[in-house]
């Protein structure tokens, strides 16, 4: 039998040989962040209250023993999983996970000091940070509205605490080094039939001008807003939807797009959208998920369409443009092995990508020669992947295939 050193050799001739360098592979994958996203750790719970309860049309199911009961535990669980997790990582954190020395602060008085510790755990772990402001869980929303509420009190709350939390954004950029994106997911919609679409999404255009009116250096900060079809709740109507971002986004240029893999029909895919972005030289920021049946937040597998995604984003030239993170959140599973699987498969669909033979397809689109095109996709799924994969994790200090055995 092979060693690993062989295997990979093996694998790098046989890629060598339809015109891929995996040495290039390799480095370019090591180098793309991957914001991996905090709340899978606890069911999207925080720290403001450890028995709080998730609210905004989200949901985790299952009951599996191990959530974390406390901050210590939160981040030792959270350890645990990075230390799974090859490749430069980026963690992506809600203003929920805020330190606040036990005093009360609610959302519309955050402040940068309450994610000190973050940024000394970064730091810690060679990680880059982004940023969520919490627009729900909390009494504010329980009327299924917030930045785009009638009421201009619960409207100006939810304001404040946008603008707070894009700060906590550039204080992160600026202490890391590393760009912080801050990712606004609003929950506002109706369950049922819904009279006037219009006058909600403009105030949420209008919440949102002033949420973004500072300017905020882009080297730090910048800001993303989420698009979404339906939640429980607001099957009718969101008033954030995809069509209103796009078109917010295109019209103010104060913020950027993000996708999420569950914020859509059925048979709708981001990876198709991706192109049609990068083609008006936006910015994207996705959140790659796992919807089954309806937007449930699976953990993330090595399936078509998250290899669909990350092949868009490689074969636009987009790596860099395009912000990857993930969002899922399985509470029937070890949570710790959740996050793992999910992060390990976004970078794994990364490499595949990676590892296309993209010069060769390419050429023969051009050519028209859609024959051989056809051919070379579909020789590229039987490819080596695992031995490259398994050389990735090596040469990062991470455990390859039998990660798992680390659980116990
Ligand atoms: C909800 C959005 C949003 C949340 C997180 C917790 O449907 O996908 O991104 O999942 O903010
Ligand atoms: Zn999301």
Same mark, same amino acid.
């Given at each position: 039998?092979?060693?690993?050193?062989?295997?990979?050799? +093996?694998?790098?001739? =046989?890629?060598? *040989? @339809?015109?891929? &360098? %995996?040495?290039? !592979?390799?480095?370019?994958?090591?180098?793309?962040?991957?914001?991996?996203?905090?709340?899978?750790?606890?069911?999207?719970?925080?720290?403001?209250?450890?028995?709080?309860?998730?609210?905004?049309?989200?949901?985790?199911?299952?009951?599996?023993?191990?959530?974390?009961?406390?901050?210590?535990?939160?981040?030792?669980?959270?350890?645990?999983?990075?230390?799974?997790?090859?490749? +430069?990582?980026?963690? =992506?954190?809600? *203003? @929920?996970?805020? &330190? %606040?020395?036990? !005093?009360?602060?609610?959302?519309?008085?955050?402040?940068?000091?309450?994610?000190?510790?973050?940024?000394?755990?970064?730091?810690?772990?060679?990680?880059?940070?982004?940023?969520?402001?919490?627009?729900?869980?909390?009494?504010?929303?329980?009327?299924?509205?917030?930045?785009?509420?009638?009421?201009?009190?619960?409207?100006?709350?939810?304001?404040?605490?946008?603008?707070?939390?894009?700060?906590?954004? =550039?204080?992160?950029?600026?202490?890391?080094?590393?760009?912080?994106?801050?990712?606004?997911?609003?929950?506002?919609?109706?369950?049922?039939?819904?009279?006037?679409?219009?006058?909600?999404?403009?105030?949420?255009?209008?919440?949102?001008?002033?949420?973004?009116?500072?300017?905020?250096?882009?080297?730090?900060?910048?800001?993303?807003?989420?698009?979404?079809?339906?939640?429980?709740?607001?099957?009718?109507?969101?008033?954030?939807?995809?069509?209103?971002?796009?078109?917010?986004?295109?019209?103010?240029?104060?913020?950027?797009?993000?996708?999420?893999?569950?914020?859509?029909?059925?048979?709708?895919?981001?990876?198709?959208?991706?192109?049609?972005?990068?083609?008006?030289?936006?910015?994207?920021?996705?959140?790659?998920?796992?919807?089954?049946?309806?937007?449930?937040?699976?953990?993330?597998?090595?399936?078509?369409?998250?290899?669909?995604?990350?092949?868009?984003?490689?074969?636009?030239?987009?790596?860099?443009?395009?912000?990857?993170?993930?969002?899922?959140?399985?509470?029937?599973?070890?949570?710790?092995?959740?996050?793992?699987?999910?992060?390990?498969?976004?970078?794994?669909?990364?490499?595949?990508?990676?590892?296309?033979?993209?010069?060769?397809?390419?050429?023969?689109?051009?050519?028209?020669?859609?024959?051989?095109?056809?051919?070379?996709?579909?020789?590229?799924?039987?490819?080596?992947?695992?031995?490259?994969?398994?050389?990735?994790?090596?040469?990062?200090?991470?455990?390859?295939?039998?990660?798992?055995?680390?659980?116990?």
């Amino acid at each position: 039998m092979m060693d690993g050193n062989g295997n990979y050799q +093996a694998a790098r001739e =046989a890629y060598a *040989a @339809i015109g891929v &360098d %995996t040495e290039k !592979a390799l480095k370019t994958l090591k180098e793309t962040p991957i914001s991996v996203h905090c709340w899978q750790i606890d069911d999207v719970t925080g720290f403001e209250n450890f028995d709080s309860v998730l609210t905004g049309g989200v949901a985790v199911t299952g009951s599996a023993p191990g959530k974390p009961k406390n901050r210590d535990e939160f981040l030792s669980h959270l350890t645990r999983a990075l230390d799974l997790i090859p490749g +430069a990582t980026k963690l =992506a954190l809600h *203003a @929920i996970y805020l &330190d %606040t020395d036990g !005093a009360k602060v609610d959302r519309d008085a955050i402040e940068p000091r309450h994610f000190d510790f973050w940024v000394d755990y970064a730091k810690r772990q060679g990680i880059g940070l982004d940023f969520n402001p919490t627009y729900f869980s909390h009494p504010l929303s329980d009327s299924g509205f917030t930045l785009a509420s009638a009421d201009a009190h619960i409207r100006d709350f939810w304001i404040e605490h946008g603008k707070r939390s894009r700060k906590v954004g =550039a204080f992160f950029g600026q202490a890391l080094g590393q760009v912080c994106v801050t990712n606004h997911w609003v929950i506002d919609g109706y369950k049922d039939f819904t009279v006037d679409k219009l006058a909600p999404r403009e105030r949420l255009a209008q919440s949102f001008d002033q949420i973004f009116a500072e300017p905020v250096d882009r080297r730090h900060n910048i800001d993303a807003v989420e698009s979404k079809l339906f939640g429980i709740g607001s099957e009718t109507y969101v008033v954030g939807s995809h069509e209103f971002y796009t078109n917010y986004v295109a019209d103010r240029k104060n913020c950027i797009l993000c996708m999420d893999a569950g914020h859509f029909h059925p048979t709708e895919a981001v990876s198709a959208k991706i192109s049609s972005y990068l083609a008006f030289g936006h910015e994207l920021m996705l959140h790659v998920s796992r919807p089954v049946r309806w937007d449930s937040d699976h953990v993330v597998a090595l399936d078509d369409e998250t290899r669909a995604i990350m092949q868009e984003i490689v074969n636009c030239g987009g790596l860099g443009r395009v912000h990857i993170g993930l969002d899922f959140f399985d509470g029937s599973l070890n949570r710790i092995a959740a996050l793992a699987i999910g992060a390990r498969n976004a970078r794994k669909a990364l490499l595949a990508a990676l590892l296309s033979p993209l010069d060769t397809l390419r050429r023969a689109e051009n050519e028209g020669d859609l024959t051989l095109r056809l051919a070379l996709l579909e020789e590229c799924k039987t490819m080596p992947l695992g031995y490259v994969w398994d050389r990735f994790c090596e040469t990062e200090g991470k455990p390859g295939a039998d990660w798992f055995k680390r659980l116990v």
